[in-house]
């Protein structure tokens, strides 16, 4: 297929179709895929010459996760076994082209691949489930989509691997839990066991077994009752407590006597609870694991008075906790401020509800962590932002590029940058001039060219229609 830039002089914005004229002139397939999902389907034609000009470059985008899935179901018109294997492992893969992939001579690799693919449809599975290969019948009976109509006639092959990747399909239903339960072995009614469809019956049938596999599945369960998490809370192995600990249908009564607990990985997951009552979260920050007082320090149900001596905890990321707990008063955010860590500085640095004392403490810092945190805050005055932007270290002046309320000038500037990684950031930044993402068009490096690209294409075909002459022109 070939195009001539101007081609299918088309019905869309005249800035637009400069724009595309512009990338079929320099026969970009980077800037033409940046473009290809924002512009008129009639002119798509013409930007896939370019974007699939030659093997390499099919090979390249039918991997990529970021090609649209009209262009990938383009691609898989090319019969290469190389190709169809790509296509059936990208995620981005729609349906209509997985079921293309399945022509006679498809391999096995691509058959599984298929099989196991999140986007695979319910006739493309039920052909798969039938499928000579055990592998692919193994496969389908893992994908998360499979219903559990399929599901019942792959396990009638009396395999344990299908047998366990069914019990862990989340559209099984209880009747074949039970099937399953009945017939299959430990590793399988450890995965019943953690099904939220589990029927109550399996459930006390998990639980009065010795087996600490299947306990500590059912102690993850969140379908499992309070009474039954409440004695897995107190079981004899760490593995179930642990389980049970991190299950979210746990509630603040289950951990009242938590900072008694022999284990410090229970510990530090009942640390992380919202439901605690206060009286408990002071006694866990008393707790001398510095784990547990870390994730104490960031919980905002901790007392106040509780929380400052977190702040003047002897281990420095206690306190970085401690500036990082969303209820972090005004004035111990400030005290913060001048703690002799970065680290902790940097923490209070990043906050946009610090209060202006505190960020003014802190603009005369100049270590990075605490630049690159003053950076990405839209509260730090222009003048400290331009000094960031133009840091001698490439992940500090990177800080400002992700700040939204950075001004123009310095997008500008660090559209320029030495660093491509900071040139793409830059390149979608709201403030940078629409004619100065025209001339990222040029860069050297292929990401930059796709992002200018995207957000011209985006920003010309938005609804609304395009901007007015003064944006696009201004710098």
Not at 38 to 63: M, Y
Not at 348 to 368: G, K, S
């Amino acid at each position: 297929m070939t195009a001539q830039p101007g081609a299918a002089a088309m019905a869309v914005p005249d800035e637009s179709r400069l724009l595309i004229d512009r990338v079929l002139e320099a026969r970009d397939p980077y800037a033409a895929l940046g473009a290809y999902p924002f512009v008129d389907r009639s002119v798509r034609p013409a930007l896939e010459a370019v974007i699939l000009a030659t093997p390499r470059l099919k090979l390249i985008f039918a991997a990529a996760a970021y090609t649209p899935p009209d262009l990938l179901d383009r691609i898989s018109i090319d019969a290469r076994k190389a190709l169809q294997l790509r296509l059936a492992k990208n995620p981005a893969t729609p349906p209509q082209t997985l079921t293309r992939l399945l022509r006679d001579d498809a391999c096995e690799r691509i058959r599984r691949y298929v099989a196991a693919h999140p986007r695979s449809d319910r006739a493309t599975m039920s052909r798969l489930a039938d499928d000579t290969s055990i592998d692919v019948r193994r496969a389908v009976a893992g994908n998360p989509n499979v219903p559990a109509g399929i599901l019942a006639g792959l396990v009638a092959d009396g395999d344990g691997q299908i047998a366990r990747n069914a019990a862990r399909g989340p559209f099984a239903d209880e009747e074949l839990l039970q099937a399953l339960w009945d017939n299959g072995d430990r590793q399988v009614r450890a995965e019943i066991a953690t099904h939220p469809n589990c029927a109550a019956g399996l459930l006390e049938q998990a639980e009065a077994t010795a087996d600490k596999l299947i306990l500590r599945k059912l102690a993850s369960n969140p379908a499992l009752g309070s009474s039954a998490l409440t004695r897995l809370t107190a079981d004899d192995d760490e593995r179930v407590r642990v389980a049970a600990a991190r299950n979210a249908a746990v509630a603040g009564g289950l951990v009242e006597e938590s900072d008694y607990e022999p284990s410090p990985k229970v510990r530090r997951i009942f640390a992380r609870r919202r439901s605690l009552a206060p009286e408990i979260a002071v006694r866990l920050a008393a707790n001398p694991d510095s784990w547990v007082r870390r994730w104490i320090a960031r919980n905002p149900v901790v007392p106040e008075g509780t929380l400052r001596c977190l702040a003047d905890d002897a281990v420095m990321e206690v306190r970085r906790s401690a500036a990082r707990n969303p209820a972090c008063p005004a004035s111990l955010l400030m005290t913060l401020a001048g703690d002799p860590a970065p680290w902790v500085r940097s923490g209070v640095a990043m906050r946009e509800d610090a209060p202006q004392a505190a960020i003014e403490r802190l603009l005369d810092d100049q270590h990075p962590d605490v630049l690159s945190a003053l950076g990405r805050n839209r509260q730090t005055p222009t003048a400290t932002l331009d000094a960031i932007a133009h840091h001698a270290d490439k992940d500090v002046r990177r800080a400002v590029a992700f700040n939204q309320c950075a001004p123009a000038d310095l997008a500008a500037h660090l559209a320029e940058d030495p660093y491509p990684l900071n040139r793409v950031i830059a390149a979608g930044h709201p403030s940078l001039a629409l004619a100065r993402v025209r001339q990222l068009l040029d860069d050297p490096e292929p990401q930059v060219r796709f992002t200018a690209a995207a957000r011209l294409a985006r920003q010309w075909n938005r609804p609304g229609g395009a901007p007015a002459a003064s944006a696009l022109n201004h710098e």
